[in-house]
């Protein structure tokens, strides 16, 4: 079985301030991590995902993730958040190892950035 | 090029009746998911199409519920007899063949049931 976990219902952050959404993971084989972005009345957007090499991945809008194994964890960061950045966020995790093609999302991060 | 396309963006229905839902995935995205979100919640998958393959539907809730896809285009979810519960925001999602894991989503389609 594969599950995620965001433990921050919201996060608050002023503008200007580095910003960092928490998640955790848990699959059998290799985990397969992506962060999705949700904006009032809009769809789920694609950020960023990880499947192997660099640790540090970038996405958009300036967003990064840093997955570490040893914690399980795929954290969301962005140095300097914009207000424009408010919305919530779901991390996702699909097992890689013949895990088929279910993503399992965490229950959400309400990101609020404030001036 | 167009995005996932949902219909209708809102669908209020009474206990009882039966509602169906619409997607059209990207062009081209042989794959076709459905996720329910329910407020405050996660996203609960639902379903999956892949091309010509029977479809996993190991996330479904009930046998009130069900889903089909012509081909390698729109899919429509049904969902019999409404209950309350079953209010919540109906998300479709397509994604390339083997690409499973950048999945593009509709703007969902919110279902309120009286």
């Known amino acids: 079985a594969q599950s995620v976990a965001q433990p921050e219902d919201q996060v608050n952050v002023a503008e200007g301030n580095p910003l960092t959404v928490k998640c955790t993971y848990s699959?059998?084989?290799?985990?397969?991590l992506f962060w999705y972005v949700q904006y009032p009345n809009r769809g789920l957007q694609f950020l960023l995902k990880?499947?192997?090499?660099?640790?540090l991945v970038k996405g958009s809008y300036g967003f990064e993730a840093e997955f570490n194994k040893s914690q399980t964890s795929f954290h969301l960061k962005k140095p300097s958040a914009l207000v424009s950045d408010s919305a919530l966020y779901f991390c996702?995790?699909?097992?890689?190892?013949?895990?088929?093609?279910?993503?399992?999302f965490g229950t959400g991060t309400q990101l609020k950035v404030e001036l | 090029g167009a995005g996932v396309s949902q219909s209708p963006s809102n669908k209020v229905t009474e206990k009882g009746k039966d509602v169906e839902l619409r997607c059209d995935p990207i062009?081209?995205?042989?794959?076709l998911y459905w996720y329910r979100q329910r407020l405050g919640q996660g996203l609960e998958f639902l379903i999956y199409?892949?091309?010509?393959?029977?479809?996993?539907k190991s996330g479904l809730p009930s046998d009130r519920f069900s889903a089909e896809r012509t081909g390698e285009s729109v899919s429509t979810l049904t969902i019999q007899r409404t209950q309350q519960e079953d209010s919540a925001v109906y998300l479709c999602?397509?994604?390339?063949?083997?690409?499973?894991?950048?999945?593009?989503f509709g703007p969902g389609t919110r279902l309120t049931v009286t």
């Open positions: 699959v059998s084989g290799n985990p397969y």
């Open positions: 062009s081209g995205h042989t794959a």
């Open positions: 999602a397509s994604s390339l063949f083997g690409r499973a894991y950048e999945q593009y």
């Open positions: 996702a995790v699909r097992d890689g190892t013949g895990g088929g093609n279910k993503l399992t």
């Open positions: 990880y499947i192997t090499g660099d640790n």
């Open positions: 199409f892949q091309g010509n393959s029977a479809p996993d």
